[in-house]
């Protein structure tokens, strides 16, 4: 119902629409649908037909060859639009020109956005966008094309922008039966605690379900795949930066380490391969007393390993690792034996025999024919280590009450706190994605 007051010389009016009722749709979505709404109107049919709807901030204008809506504040339509609801769009302006009910274009300036997209370290609350709908067919495109969306297929591509993933909250919210996001120099932080460095990355989901994963950063190589038989997880020619920033804590200082793993419901299987791997001490080495006048320095040779392969197995529901073979060869100390952590007391049980080079065993090293007799030829002075305690007090013990073999061991505990750490991690991941 139109009540107007209508200038018929410069072809304008003015009054109040009652029981509103319009539409505009495809097959797919309710862009715009009013239904019994009143409101002040204004009218311009001097060029083609403009009506501006007061109560909505809506005008509409018809000038014959396509069908222009202005969408001055999107919160005014958003109660009446499947589209904004569905997208969760509640706050700046949108332009719709509408060719065909199947060929519609789009320019839109969106605020006070919830996106858990980061640039140059601050959330991005605003985007400046151009699209299209053909048919069911929706493409997006930011002005700064850092961000591209279409539908068909499902796909995102970010370029420059960092990614925020909470476990808990991301995997709830997720809804769609396919998508792709590409990542270019896109980062992926994790918990507001992680950060997984990438320069380009891919992740595939079915039926929000995580598929496959692929990540690239400077050398370094991340594949998860999810199979019908379990998931594959491998991670290629990993560097201090990239694991530094993916756990949030140093471990190595240098060299690479890979990882093969394979899970199958609560069961984790892998093998580490470590590569002239320098490990970080705890503390800088001190020196340990020998006799009342000689010291031994505890060397950085002993944190560094020219290689190493470590087979764990982990269960998930009884958290237990158990790396039941762990043998590394390094400039100071070569070991070769097992160990088994137990995540639901934090103990540690395991066995190792030590072999260590004339280096650290400079006090036998002075006496050449017991230098010969204890050392041969390798130069090695080999013992047996019990490894036992909690993650927090762990002890480690020798067949031998020498003190000169005490400084060695620093670097066996460096390796047994590092699955710790990153198990913990896990868990704590774990137990997100079930609450």
Avoid: C, W
């Avoid at 580490?272 to 340990?288: F, H, Q, W, Y």
């Avoid at 019990?386 to 066996?412: M, R």
Wanted: aromatic share 8%; glycine share 4%.
């Amino acid at each position: 119902k139109l009540d107007l007051d209508i200038d018929l010389k410069t072809k304008k009016a003015t009054g109040l629409a009652s029981n509103i009722n319009y539409s505009l749709h495809n097959k797919e979505y309710k862009f715009i649908d009013l239904k019994g709404i009143s409101s002040p109107i204004k009218v311009d049919f001097s060029k083609g037909l403009d009506v501006f709807i007061e109560k909505l901030k809506l005008t509409l204008n018809d000038d014959s060859k396509v069908f222009k809506v202005n969408i001055n504040d999107i919160a005014t339509i958003y109660p009446h639009s499947q589209f904004l609801q569905h997208y969760n769009l509640n706050k700046g302006d949108i332009d719709l020109k509408v060719f065909s009910k199947d060929k519609i274009t789009f320019d839109a300036q969106l605020q006070d956005l919830d996106l858990p997209l980061i640039k140059k370290s601050k959330k991005i609350e605003s985007l400046i966008l151009k699209g299209s709908i053909i048919a069911a067919d929706i493409k997006i495109k930011s002005k700064d094309t850092l961000l591209q969306y279409s539908n068909n297929p499902n796909q995102l591509i970010l370029k420059d922008i960092d990614v925020i993933h909470n476990i808990k909250e991301n995997t709830k919210g997720m809804n769609f039966k396919t998508m792709n996001i590409k990542g270019e120099n896109s980062n992926i932080l994790i918990d507001d605690q992680y950060r997984l460095l990438s320069h380009n990355y891919e992740i595939n989901f079915t039926n929000n379900t995580l598929q496959e994963f692929r990540s690239t950063y400077d050398g370094t190589n991340l594949l998860y795949q999810a199979t019908q038989k379990g998931k594959l997880i491998t991670l290629k020619n990993v560097t201090p930066r990239f694991f530094k920033s993916l756990i949030n804590k140093e471990f190595f200082k240098s060299g690479t380490f890979d990882l093969n793993g394979y899970a199958n419901k609560e069961i984790y299987t892998g093998k580490i391969k470590l590569s002239n791997t320098l490990i970080e001490p705890k503390a800088k080495p001190k020196a340990i007393v020998t006799s009342k006048d000689e010291q031994q320095s505890a060397s950085m040779d002993n944190y560094f390993i020219k290689t190493g392969d470590i087979a764990y197995v982990y269960d998930v529901k009884k958290q237990l690792l158990n790396m039941h073979d762990v043998k590394t060869k390094g400039k100071g100390l070569d070991l070769d034996g097992a160990l088994e952590l137990n995540f639901v007391n934090d103990s540690i049980a395991g066995t190792f025999d030590a072999s260590f080079l004339k280096g650290a065993s400079t006090l036998i090293g002075k006496i050449p024919l017991l230098n010969y007799i204890l050392l041969g030829d390798e130069q090695k002075f080999s013992v047996k280590a019990k490894v036992e305690g909690t993650f927090e007090d762990i002890k480690i013990s020798t067949n031998t009450a020498s003190s000169t073999v005490k400084a060695p061991f620093s670097i066996l505990e460096r390796i047994i706190t590092l699955p710790i750490k990153a198990v913990k991690t896990i868990n704590d991941e774990i137990s997100k994605e079930e609450e």
